[in-house]
C-alpha cells in the first residue's frame, strides 16, 4: 500500500540526511534550508561550538519563535472572538428594534 512517502535528501549543516516526506519535496527542502541557515548563523556567532551545541541552540530558537507565534495566534483568537461576540450584539439590537 502506497502511504504517499517520497524520499528528500536535504543537507543541514554539511550533513546529508534522507527524510521520508509526506508532503511536497519542495516544502521539506525548504525547511531544511531554513535550519541550515539557522544552524549556519549561530556557528558564525558562536565560534567554535560544536554540532550539538549549535543543534541545541538552533532549537531553542525555533522554539522561541513557535512560541511567540503560539502567543501572536491566541491573541488574535481572543480579539477575533471579543468582536465576534460584539457584532453578535449589535445584531441582537438591531433585529430587537425592527420589531
Known sequence: MDTGRKAV???IFNQT?????????????TLAHT???LMMEIAKRA???DTSRIAV???????????????ELSDLKSRVDEK???F????????DSRF
Open 9 to 11: 535528501r536535504v543537507t
Open 57 to 71: 541552540l538552533a532549537c531553542m530558537h525555533m522554539a522561541d519563535r513557535l512560541r511567540a507565534i503560539e502567543q
Open 35 to 37: 535550519v541550515d541557515d
Open 17 to 29: 540526511y534522507t527524510l521520508a516526506a509526506t508532503d511536497e519535496a519542495g516544502e521539506v527542502e
Open 84 to 86: 465576534s461576540r460584539q
Open 88 to 95: 453578535s450584539l449589535l445584531l441582537d439590537q438591531a433585529a
Open 47 to 49: 565560534g567554535s561550538a
